[in-house]
């Protein structure tokens, strides 16, 4: 026979799915007898938080779904601070998860992991959550998934199946070799054309870009380039151009410098960025203005009428509509490139204090020294320096959870989903004392999957951030002052090789020789690294 929880497994591969991040338990262990044989990778997280992190970091860098098994219960209520994670930075994730047999379900009775209703729960951070009610069921209940993940806003779904379900027999089921795939949305001729007339008669536009316009940098470039257009990236949209181009902008929009730049735009052509605080009013001031008249691209329609109402809205693809506007537009000299260096050195100069300008020293000598890094963040003070000014070399290699739903405990497991899709590639994980307590036993799943990712975490004995938060407000920093453990050792203990460096120099050598090892490595270093990060920026 082949049960329903099997025939999961063969349509997963039907769709391409490689991976799979998850932990057993009684009410999934059926799912397990069709995995073990097939040519999907499980990874084994050692909570369920660190499953949905990792998930979420693979689908950052891999483009496709992360995709999860988790038990009934507890366990859907541990991943849901990672789906609500995802579910704000919009990155597809498929969450299967049992749930009690009908009958049990939501009875009140007491059966194992019961809870009233799992489904309600989980709504809440998801596109979409379905319950499989016959193994008939199930395969529609996967298409739609992956209709959500290939053609509209990519967030979470949640795809339930009751143990007596998972149970029976699909074995008169059929598995197509080839599902049937929904395709990008196109964009409206009429309005993309509107789009154009206003961008030509412009004197002065510039871009905004998020991270649903990461796939499109090339489009995004030679746009940019023909219209003369600065292009001011968020934190998800980092490395949409290079560092070193003439039009990219990486100083924050909740800055001045960036805000004055948008302020002089008459069109502002804003492409996958949903304009929320977290990356335009970061400190909340409400400074933020777009007086100009505002193009927005979105491949989600409510989106487009949501903070910031726009002169046109074109729901579509980030990359097909870059490229059919790039055919309509003319190619005129603005004075673009002059624009964005004036908001770089205004933003360098006027913006950033020594202390972020020294952070951000720290990070691109990681750039630099492993050419083509991967940055996975945690909330720690390094990755706040970087979503304010830090220029990733190239789309999806910096991303964190300093953003939007803001969690803690994330760079460590995403760092590792991030290894998993990009195997080749050195992966960085950005942590602090603090947050990486929250999934600190994830350091056992790297080592046992050996994934060598190469952990910079920064200890200085606390919460750091919310500290000097709390006495710029006048609160007692009650709270924030941690006793911290000895890191070398745990390191150490869970099979890392671990280690503590005390200048610039020492970094970067710990750097290089990580990145030869063939097990992850844990860099540990405090504040006389960043001191002397702000001496080299204030010297030079």
Request: negative net charge; aromatic residues 6%.
């Amino acid at each position: 026979m082949i049960s329903t929880g099997m025939y999961l497994t063969k349509l997963l591969e039907a769709y391409g799915v490689d991976t799979v991040f998850g932990i057993p338990g009684v009410h999934t262990v059926e799912l397990y007898r069709g995995l073990a044989g097939s040519s999907i990778r499980h990874i084994t997280p050692r909570h369920e938080q660190g499953a949905g992190f990792m998930a979420d970091g693979y689908a950052r860098v891999s483009g496709k779904p992360g995709v999860c098994f988790i038990i009934t219960g507890p366990g859907m209520t541990n991943i849901v601070t990672a789906m609500g994670q995802a579910y704000g930075d919009s990155i597809p994730m498929l969450v299967i998860s049992t749930v009690n047999s009908h009958g049990r379900m939501g009875s009140g009775e007491g059966w194992l992991h019961e809870l009233p209703n799992q489904q309600a729960l989980v709504s809440q951070v998801s596109a979409s959550s379905y319950t499989v009610n016959r193994p008939e069921e199930l395969a529609p209940a996967l298409a739609r998934a992956f209709a959500v993940f290939d053609s509209a806003r990519p967030r979470p779904v949640h795809i339930e199946l009751p143990i007596n379900v998972m149970l029976a027999d699909a074995g008169h089921l059929s598995v197509p070799e080839n599902p049937a795939r929904v395709g990008l949305p196109v964009p409206s001729a009429e309005e993309l054309g509107k789009a154009a007339a206003l961008l030509n008669a412009a004197k002065a536009p510039v871009i905004l870009v998020g991270g649903g316009a990461k796939w499109a940098s090339e489009e995004i470039a030679e746009l940019a380039e023909k219209l003369d257009a600065p292009v001011a990236m968020t934190t998800n949209g980092r490395g949409i151009l290079p560092p070193g181009h003439p039009l990219g902008i990486s100083i924050s929009p909740s800055f001045k410098a960036t805000r004055e730049l948008i302020e002089s735009s008459d069109v502002v052509l804003a492409i996958g960025t949903e304009l929320g605080p977290t990356d335009y009013d970061m400190y909340e001031d409400g400074f933020f203005e777009i007086p100009g008249k505002l193009i927005r691209i979105d491949i989600d329609p409510t989106q487009i009428m949501r903070t910031w109402l726009p002169e046109i809205g074109i729901a579509g693809d980030a990359r097909a509509s870059a490229a059919l506007l790039f055919d309509l537009v003319d190619r005129t000299g603005r004075r673009g490139e002059a624009r964005a260096a004036g908001a770089r050195e205004k933003g360098e100069t006027g913006d950033l204090t020594e202390q972020m300008r020294g952070d951000l020293h720290i990070l691109d000598m990681v750039r630099d020294t492993l050419p083509g890094v991967i940055f996975a963040g945690d909330s720690t003070q390094l990755v706040y320096a970087g979503n304010l000014g830090f220029s990733s070399a190239a789309p999806a290699q910096y991303f964190n959870s300093a953003t939007g739903y803001g969690t803690l405990g994330y760079g460590l497991p995403a760092g590792i989903g991030a290894k998993v899709a990009a195997p080749d590639a050195p992966v960085v994980i950005l942590a602090g004392d603090g947050g990486v307590q929250f999934a600190i036993a994830e350091l056992a799943s790297a080592k046992e999957a050996k994934l060598p990712v190469i952990m910079l975490l920064f200890d200085n004995k606390g919460y750091g951030e919310i500290k000097s938060y709390m006495v710029s407000k006048n609160i007692p920093p009650l709270g924030v002052d941690l006793y911290t453990p000895d890191f070398i050792g745990i390191g150490r203990a869970y099979g890392w090789h671990a280690e503590m460096v005390k200048d610039l120099d020492g970094l970067r050598a710990a750097l290089l020789e990580a990145n030869e090892r063939d097990e992850p490595s844990m860099i540990v270093f405090g504040d006389a690294v960043r001191d002397e990060a702000v001496k080299v920026v204030t010297a030079g």
